[in-house]
């Protein structure tokens, strides 16, 4: 069970009870930001708990810093404890519906602060259901456990460490957004198209396919980047830049690096 960073539903549901084992739902939606614990509410996973991206997995938004900052690793670690994680011991298993798009936020953050008895759920929320296990609307009660953070600061870097290391050769900048906002052809979301000059592409929707199952062999996507002292990545608001995280801890590449304020905290200082 120890250092699995992708159990499939089947795992789960063979291990969902075991005492050791805590499920977090982190199902959200960046359009209509109630709508993952509505989701929530009306059904998940049995005994799963619920954290939410903008108010439990990330701080409120600043000037700079990004549209999703760190969050309150204080606060988290408490309401971490309060969902019976213990440190160093409890299985933290996240999903989501959205390609491990948020549920690898958690994955990454728990890593962040030193516990790496974590993992995502393959084929998400979906997957689950596809094979016809139990769901639930009941919310679990508090648990007894008790998280202590040691904190992994090489992890992280911030917008100054971009700037003087992205140059390097030993360094490899890794933009996880799609093609076309990599492009500048298309920006949704922040004031300003593009991307950091120097990055690199690859997409974080490229590690799982349309379902949400990881892609086999996640090594042959990164045979261009395994030799890189140092891989720092980012994408729009450093939440699903942890996709790529994962594919690289997948891959066996353990250089890798989360950019946290990412393209909304680059571009804050340009407009």
């Known amino acids: 069970m120890n250092n699995l960073h992708v159990v499939s539903a089947n795992w789960l549901h063979e291990h969902l009870h075991a005492p050791q084992v805590v499920v977090v739902d982190c199902r959200f939606s960046l359009m209509d930001i109630e709508l993952g614990r509505k989701q929530y509410q009306e059904n998940h996973i049995e005994g799963a708990y619920y954290l939410d991206l903008n108010l439990d997995l990330s701080s409120p938004v600043q000037k700079h810093c990004g549209r999703h900052p760190l969050p309150d690793l204080d606060k988290l670690a408490e309401k971490l404890s309060q969902i019976g994680v213990n ?6 298993v996240a999903y989501d519906d959205s390609r491990l798009g948020f549920a690898a936020r958690l994955w990454w953050l728990l890593h962040y602060m030193g516990h790496e008895r974590v993992a995502v759920l ?13 769901t639930s609307s009941a919310v679990p009660s508090v648990r007894d456990g008790k998280f202590d953070p040691n904190m992994q600061t090489n992890l992280v870097v911030d917008i100054e460490t971009v700037k003087s290391r992205k140059d390097l050769p030993e360094v490899v900048l890794i933009d996880s957004r799609e093609g076309d906002r990599y492009r500048g052809e298309r920006e949704p979301i922040d004031p300003i198209a593009g991307h950091i000059e120097g990055a690199v592409n690859y997409p974080w929707m490229e590690v799982t396919n349309e379902q949400g199952f990881v892609i086999d062999n996640q090594g042959d996507r990164w045979q261009e980047v395994k030799n890189a002292q140092e891989a720092i990545v980012y994408c729009g608001s450093g939440v699903t830049a942890c996709v790529n995280l994962l594919s690289l801890k997948l891959a066996g590449i353990e250089t890798g690096k989360l950019y946290a304020g990412s393209w909304s905290d680059w571009c804050s200082y340009l407009v």
Do not use: C, H, L, R
């Open 87 to 92: 440190s160093g011991k409890t299985m933290v």
């Open 122 to 134: 393959d084929g998400g929320f979906a997957g689950w259901q596809a094979q016809n296990y139990g």
